[in-house]
């Protein structure tokens, strides 16, 4: 089983940025699609990013497109989330997932393994 822990998250100013990092343990990720998702209160947890195990497949929902941008250095057995030009509606509590198999999944009920979260507040 994978432990994962994101960490990076905090309070910026509309139009800074941030890095988020979500770290696995227990075993390797490397076979594992990764993806990052965020959540706020009373709203179902949105897809946010993904990346295919070796880090060459990326795909990005429509609302983050051109700000964000998800890697992997599997060595490291880390994924991070890089959000630029951050915008207050980006505010939310923001998860990785992992799911063995295939890359091609957006839906949170498709990935086996979650972290705790990491809480971003964007400010205008």
């Known amino acids: 089983q994978v432990q994962l822990v994101e960490s990076g998250g905090g309070l910026v100013q509309a139009g800074g940025s941030l890095r988020l990092s979500c770290a696995a343990s227990?075993?390797?990720?490397?076979?594992?699609?990764m993806g990052w998702f965020r959540q706020v209160p009373g709203k179902e947890r949105e897809f946010v990013a993904r990346?295919?195990?070796?880090?060459?497949?990326?795909y990005y929902s429509d609302s983050v497109k051109g700000r964000f941008t998800i890697s992997r250095d599997n060595a490291k057995n880390t994924v991070y989330l890089q959000m630029n030009n951050l915008k207050p509606e980006d505010t939310a509590v923001y998860y990785c997932?992992?799911?063995?198999?295939?890359?091609?999944?957006?839906?949170?009920?498709?990935?086996?393994?979650w972290g705790q979260g990491t809480q971003v507040t964007v400010s205008s």
């Open positions: 997932a992992g799911r063995g198999g295939s890359y091609y999944y957006i839906a949170p009920e498709n990935y086996a393994y």
């Open positions: 227990g075993r390797s990720f490397s076979s594992d699609a």
């Open positions: 990346i295919s195990t070796n880090g060459g497949r990326t």
